[in-house]
């Protein structure tokens, strides 16, 4: 509430207010008791009439208010501090402060609650002492029926959003095969890189808005987490190359417990963000202990960020040197991804970085409770088969998508079963000698039907646990452990039509174990 800080909101046409200020504007602006709010940066969001009352000033003239709070500002403001340092660790009733007010009137005493979204603390509301409790229930049940709403539709719309890609993806597969005109190819090829953001941005906006709805939840497992860095860093060195870059790893074994698969998007987003803006030089990814933990380094050459900045690129669609919007160049939503993601796992993620030197991403975790093993060999990956002459049975209610799949099959040799639900599923079996070499599926079917039900049913009435894909737009991890259950392998939706290839090749292989229907 000093000097340095501007009384008006920070938040302006180009920078969105967070949903749980907004809703707790509405809260101080309507409550009955004198309440304040204040965001990150400690600026007045709003200071009700009940409050301007007793300052004698109107409650919209926002440098008024803020002189008559001078006096009381330091008090409020180390509170304020202390609820923003402490985030999503915050008790929700917050603590008692006594504000002086003018003309001899005895102290206005307050209770601030932190106001929190995505873990992380985005303003305080001050409100009159009994009613801070209610105000903070009814915070928390607004945002959980947001919530739950953003839940319901982000289910669908995961989903159905992709289908449409998928089956572009799958059609634009076939016409590459077949033309033969260099000039058209070079049209499909570019059709494909439009194709290739769309998706892109895509997925990014369905990652973002999974995680704020909540739908997302941590596995935490124990794992050695030099294994993990050691396959990203061999998979982004060709990238680095590319680019001119050396791509380094320092790593060693160490067990640690957190989600694997969340804890890979962080680090993937990170290195490929080194990678992406270090025009030269080299990006180090390296590990650490320090202070009885293990830390996780991402080192680049690049061009450094300024400090006034090391927050705002966290933020959505927040890109440096990228005033065009170049695509090429990223979309901003990895590093907004990668403070959802640290939330969500309650791992720290930290920036330093000089200007024109360079930055490192630091991410924290605690080691696992459990004495550490040794580097062990990676599975043998299986080799990949020929497909021709492989009967795959594809399950896909949307149409497009379905005969996407089925050209693409048959473009590869395939003999291909199709069906678009469960019922038609039986029917094409009955017209089978055999049973089908493998199972391709999507996850969502009419009637809410699920492809792990037709896997069960499929491998029950052969008695072998034949082979199974199964395609989804989604990424529970509740789905993931199912799948897992069953011995699938899974594919994320857009998908690229060589991946499938490539992932049917693998679980046809002859090596590839063929074990009894449970």
């Known amino acids: 509430m000093t000097a340095q800080h501007p009384v008006a909101p920070s938040h302006g046409t180009d920078a969105p207010m967070p949903a749980s200020l907004e809703t707790a504007r509405r809260i ?10 204040v965001d990150s940066s400690l600026s007045t969001v709003c200071a009700n009439a009940a409050l301007g009352a007793l300052l004698g000033r109107h409650p919209t003239a926002g440098e008024q208010v803020q002189a008559a709070l001078r006096d009381a500002g330091p008090v409020f403001e180390a509170v304020a501090r202390t609820l923003l340092a402490q985030g999503g660790r915050a008790a929700d009733a917050g603590v008692s402060v006594d504000l002086p007010l003018p003309d001899g009137q005895a102290p206005l005493r307050l209770r601030a609650i932190p106001i929190v979204e995505h873990g992380r603390a985005c303003g305080v509301l001050a409100l009159g002492d009994g009613t801070a409790m209610r105000a903070a229930e009814d915070l928390r049940s607004e945002i959980e029926r947001a919530a739950a709403a953003k839940s319901r539709f982000l289910a669908s719309a995961s989903h159905d959003l992709r289908q449409p890609f998928q089956a572009m993806r799958l059609f634009l597969e076939v016409l590459q095969m077949q033309i033969t005109d260099d000039r058209a190819r070079q049209t499909a090829g570019l059709l494909g890189n439009a194709m290739a953001a769309g998706e892109k941005l895509l997925n990014a906006l369905l990652d973002i808005s999974t995680l704020d709805a909540g739908t997302v939840q941590a596995n935490p497992q124990v794992f050695d987490l030099g294994e993990l860095l050691a396959d990203l860093a061999g998979e982004f060195r060709p990238q680095a190359e590319e680019k001119g870059l050396k791509l380094r790893a320092r790593l060693f074994p160490a067990q640690v417990r957190s989600d694997p698969v969340l804890l890979e998007r962080i680090v993937r987003n990170l290195v490929s963000n080194a990678i992406r ?39 959505e669609f927040h890109q440096l040197e990228n005033p065009a919007r170049d695509p090429n160049r990223g979309l901003g939503l990895g590093l907004a991804i990668v403070r959802r993601l640290s939330a969500l796992l309650k791992t720290p993620v930290d920036v330093h970085s000089r200007v024109g030197r360079g930055s490192v991403f630091t991410v924290t975790l605690e080691p696992a409770e459990q004495p550490e093993q040794a580097w062990t060999e990676e599975p043998a990956v299986h080799a990949a088969g020929p497909l021709a002459g492989t009967t795959v049975l594809a399950v896909d209610d949307d149409s497009m998508v379905l005969t996407g799949l089925q050209l693409s099959l048959e473009g590869w040799g395939c003999t291909v079963v199709s069906a678009g639900d469960i019922r038609e599923v039986f029917v094409r079996l009955d017209q089978l000698e055999g049973p089908p070499d493998v199972i391709l599926t999507d996850l969502r079917l009419p009637n809410k039907v699920t492809g792990f039900e037709v896997i069960d049913r499929v491998r029950k009435i052969y008695g072998r646990e034949i082979p199974a894909i199964v395609l989804t737009g989604e990424t529970g991890q509740a789905e ?12 994320h939706k857009p998908l690229h039509p060589m991946e499938l290839k490539r992932v049917l090749s693998q679980v046809t292989a002859p090596c590839a174990p063929v074990r009894p229907a449970e």
């Open 480 to 491: 993931l452990a199912e799948g897992q259950r069953r011995h699938c392998a899974f594919l």
């Open 28 to 37: 101080c602006h309507t409550a009955g008791v004198p309440a304040l709010l």
């Open 277 to 315: 803006y270090t025009r030269r030089g080299k990006v180090l990814l390296a590990m650490r202990r320090r202070a009885g933990k293990v830390r996780i380094e991402v080192w680049d050459t690049g061009f450094g960020i300024p400090d006034a900045q090391t927050e705002a690129i966290f933020d």
